[in-house]
Structure formats: structure tokens, C-alpha cells
T-cell receptor, first 113, second 115 residues
Framework: KAGVTQTPRYLIKTRGQQVTLSCSPI?????VSWYQQTPGQGLQFLFEYFSETQRNKGNFPGRFSGRQFSNSRSEMNVSTLELGDSALYLC????????????FGPGTRLTVT | GDSVTQMEGPVTLSEEAFLTINCTYT??????LFWYVQYPGEGLQLLLK?????DKGSNKGFEATYRKETTSFHLEKGSVQVSDSAVYFC??????????????FGKGTKLSVKP
């Protein structure tokens, strides 16, 4: 079974621009979560989508948004980029039911200059 | 709110040494507990998990026991290898009617194993 894939793997953007990251979950998984990883703040939860609905949201500004499509693929968007948005963005998928396991993709490394 | 505290790194060990990485948590109710590992340039991989008190998770020689009385989930391995060099994250999640809530992570502990 193919794992979680994220595109692109690396991205360089300029302050003020916007960016869209993509995540394809493991086949059959309906939940997709996004996390931001930085050296200073560590791993922080952004949001979770399940069946195209945002089910849970972390403490991030409204510049961070996401969506999920009917095939469970998810995108996250960051508008008006700031230098502090430079991070590794990780996507994780999980199946329904009490499996309680999230499977992570390799991440997208975003650098804001 | 819920939180996870794990020992600061980096931890440097010689091959075949015994490993312990301490992890304690603060949470109401009965969270599930996890250890994830991150190799350089990669995402996170689930190493092991425990879903209730006294459960022992184990995988690839690593073990951790869910201790509710001490709110701990320490990671141990009897004999580390160079290939175990990575960053290890302790995490918890709350359970919502059988579905997993978001993961709350510790800061991570970098392990370096020397030959």
C-alpha cells in the first residue's frame, strides 16, 4: 500500500506571497491532519479534515487554511507569508475507527525569504 | 491543557549501550501514548503505542510502558545500534468516541549512537 505523499517536497517563497501544499493520504484513509515543525516551537497541530469537513483546528492565525476533497486528498494554504512560516509541514492520515494511528508523509520544506 | 515533556537532548551513546528516554505527560482522562521516530530528512514514523494504563508497546527492540500512576511513558532499548540514530518524539492524543484526536508532541530527543 502506498504511503502518504506530499508535494512539493521543497518550496522557496518570498514574504507576502501565498503557497499551497498538497497531501495524498493512504488509500482508504479519510482523516488528514497537518502539522508544522520548527526548531523553536517543535511540532504543532494545524488542523484535521475528515470527509471534507474540518473537524479540529489548532491555534494558528487565519492565514493558515485547508480543505479536503472527496477523494480525501487535502491541501493547505498559507497566505501573506511571513519569515516565521518557514518550517517543515507534515501531513498525516488515519483510517476511521479505533486504530489510533496516524501515518506521516515526508513533509514539505517551506522556506520564506 | 494537555502537554508532553521529554528529556532534553542530545543523547550520545556507544553501540550496544542501554537507552532510556524519559517522557511524562499531563492530560485529563485516559489519553493514548505514542513514540514516533524521525530520521534525517524524513517524516515521522510510528515506533510504538499504548492505549491504556499498564499497556506495554514494543517494536524493533524498543519498549515503553504506560504508567498512569506516574503519568510516564519512558522509551527503552537494551542495546542500541548506529542505525537507531534519529530524533524521538513522545506524543499523546485524546480519544473521541473511537477516533483519534490531534497529536500533542514533546520537543523531541536527538539520539546519536557511535560505533
Amino acid at each position: 500500500k502506498a504511503g502518504v505523499t506530499q508535494t512539493p517536497r521543497y518550496l522557496i517563497k518570498t514574504r507576502g506571497q501565498q503557497v499551497t501544499l498538497s497531501c495524498s493520504p493512504i488509500s482508504g484513509h479519510r482523516s488528514v491532519s497537518w502539522y508544522q515543525q520548527t526548531p523553536g516551537q517543535g511540532l504543532q497541530f494545524l488542523f484535521e479534515y475528515f470527509s471534507e469537513t474540518q473537524r479540529n483546528k489548532g491555534n494558528f492565525p487565519g492565514r493558515f487554511s485547508g480543505r479536503q476533497f472527496s477523494n480525501s486528498r487535502s491541501e493547505m494554504n498559507v497566505s501573506t507569508l511571513e519569515l516565521g512560516d518557514s518550517a517543515l509541514y507534515l501531513c498525516a492520515s488515519s483510517a476511521t475507527g479505533p486504530t489510533l494511528e496516524q501515518y506521516f508523509g515526508p513533509g514539505t520544506r517551506l522556506t520564506v525569504t | 491543557g494537555d502537554s508532553v515533556t521529554q528529556m532534553e537532548g542530545p543523547v550520545t551513546l556507544s553501540e550496544e549501550a542501554f537507552l532510556t528516554i524519559n517522557c511524562t505527560y499531563t492530560a485529563t482522562g485516559y489519553p493514548s501514548l505514542f513514540w514516533y521516530v524521525q530520521y534525517p530528512g524524513e517524516g515521522l514514523q510510528l515506533l510504538l503505542k499504548a492505549t491504556k494504563a499498564d499497556d506495554k508497546g514494543s517494536n524493533k527492540g524498543f519498549e515503553a510502558t504506560y504508567r498512569k500512576e506516574t503519568t510516564s511513558f519512558h522509551l527503552e532499548k537494551g542495546s542500541v545500534q548506529v542505525s537507531d540514530s534519529a530524533v524521538y518524539f513522545c506524543a499523546l492524543s485524546r480519544n473521541y468516541g473511537g477516533s483519534q484526536g490531534n497529536l500533542i508532541f514533546g520537543k523531541g530527543t536527538k539520539l546519536s549512537v557511535k560505533p
